[in-house]
């Protein structure tokens, strides 16, 4: 079950035109596309008649017009032509989703659109500020959404996945980890003090000798990880907020569930040093992506056996403080909204 | 017999536990208004650290599964914990906390 009175990323800005776009969210079809003044829409990719896709439309003027029989439907989803006929039902309509576009990125709220409020949409301004260098990109994930969670919320997988990028033993041995949390919020902040640089770092920053290294994780719900992320020549004051002669980056995530085993994971990753230098933004970005790679690799194998056996038995071990407190936030917030929904039918 | 001085009572902050031993014994110091407590910090469920838990309302809440214990008292306030934990006297001298080994307080 999904939580879904969220706005949740559907798209990169560039993949919604005047080419209807037909996507899964929340185990939904939805089809996209811009009116001729560039505003996004989102509808219920299934037309009113007989249910072909509307992605397999196209549009004319600002009505997409269905592949089958031509039905036209404007951007409210009400039907406004139905070839060889003067009358429309008024039940011709499909179901539309609220739609906003920051960040380079398309939101949708599938939710009561009611609640649909702009302004709840989660911050990640550094994929669009001039002082931020940045780079987004798309993963399919063949998992449920949640293990891509648990494992931006757990950091000593670096160590063992990503030891040619960004890990290597310290994360995993010398971090001092604190957890903090509050309702609707989750921290993790982990500090490796004197240690070896991983690999990505030397390339990218020149350290020459040891490090102090940070991660800071900040979920919010459902899927929202922003990572504050870097490292200093060891003992030049980090830790008291020095971050001058290192490096300085934002890993940002933003993954929404296509179906309860299949993700959209978007994300993308900022520096804020040198920033115009889009040879370093695409430098730093495919260290992550090989990185990303090997995730999703775990996270399909990890589906795998859970399909096998959905109850199999699992232990907790000490790294897993945040992944549980995370859980427990969707856990509480899917009884919530269970809740309101038998109130709401109840009425 | 007395463990050597863990540490300065500034160290700790109704925020920040510090986790020590006694010999093979896992504890914990906590600072609750101004009373600095020493209890096990192996949660008598599982073998979680309850220091990197959650103190919240005197008790300590354990990272993993949720059991509480109150800090004080060392009781066993929340399931799935049964049991209660050890505490430990603790003494300040010259800016130093000392933890009482050989024989849990109450």
């Known amino acids: 079950m999904f939580l879904r009175n969220y706005w949740y990323v559907a798209a990169a800005n560039t993949e919604v035109g005047r ?97 649909a ?61 604190k957890v903090t949390r509050a309702p609707n919020n989750v921290v993790v902040t982990r500090w490796i003090i004197d240690q070896l640089a991983p690999p990505t770092f030397v390339k990218v920053g020149k350290f020459s000798g040891n490090v ?26 980090a830790p008291e907020g020095r971050r001058a002669g290192g490096i300085n980056m934002r890993n940002l995530n933003a993954i929404t569930p296509e179906t309860e085993t299949t993700s959209h994971y978007f994300w993308g990753q900022a520096h804020d040093f040198d920033v115009k230098n889009k040879e370093l933004t695409q430098r730093i970005f495919e260290q992550i992506q090989t990185a990303f790679y090997e995730d999703v690799e775990v996270f399909s194998a990890q589906q795998r056996n859970l399909d096998l056996n959905p109850n199999a038995p699992q232990i907790d071990i000490n790294a897993d403080t945040g992944v549980i407190q995370a ?21 | 017999m007395e463990a050597p001085g863990i540490a300065s009572p500034r160290c700790l902050s109704s925020r920040r536990t510090r986790p020590s031993r ?9 600072r609750l ?30 990272p993993l599964h949720q059991a509480r214990f109150d800090i004080a008292t060392g009781r066993c306030l929340a399931p799935p914990a049964d049991r209660d934990l050890r505490t430990y006297e603790v003494r300040i001298e010259s800016d130093q906390i000392y933890v009482r080994v050989g024989g849990p307080r109450g």
């Open chain 1, 19 to 115: 080419k209807p776009f037909g996507r899964m969210i929340l185990g939904e079809p939805v089809v996209f596309f811009r009116t001729e003044d560039g505003t996004p829409v989102a509808f219920e990719d299934r037309c009113a008649h007989r249910h072909l896709p509307l992605s397999m439309g196209k549009l004319i003027g600002d009505h997409l017009q269905c592949h089958y029989h031509g039905l036209r439907f404007d951007k409210t989803g009400t039907c406004v032509r139905i070839p060889g006929q003067d009358q429309i039902p008024p039940t011709a309509k499909v179901k539309t989703y609220p739609v906003a576009e920051r960040y380079h990125w398309i939101w949708i709220w599938m939710g009561d659109p009611a609640l």
């Open chain 2, 33 to 62: 208004n101004d009373q600095i407590y020493a209890i096990d910090d192996v949660c008598t469920h599982e073998f979680a650290l309850l220091s990197q838990g959650f103190v919240e309302a005197g008790a300590i809440e354990c």
């Open chain 1, 117 to 177: 409020d702009p302004a709840k949409i989660t911050d990640f301004h550094w994929l669009d500020d001039p002082n931020w260098g940045a780079k987004t990109s798309y993963l399919h994930v063949k998992s449920n959404w949640q293990l891509v969670v648990d494992n931006l919320l757990d950091l000593t997988h670096l160590a063992f996945v990503h030891e040619t990028t960004i890990g290597n033993s310290a994360l995993a041995e010398h971090a001092v980890v």
């Open chain 1, 327 to 347: 859980r427990r936030i969707v856990d509480r917030l899917r009884d919530e909204e269970l809740a309101a929904g038998h109130m709401a039918a109840a009425e």
């Open chain 1, 212 to 237: 102090d290294r940070w991660q800071i994780i900040d979920y919010v719900p459902p899927a929202f990880l922003r990572l504050d992320v870097g490292a200093t020549p060891t003992g030049t004051g």
């Open chain 2, 22 to 30: 006694l010999g093979d014994v896992p504890i914990a110091l906590y």
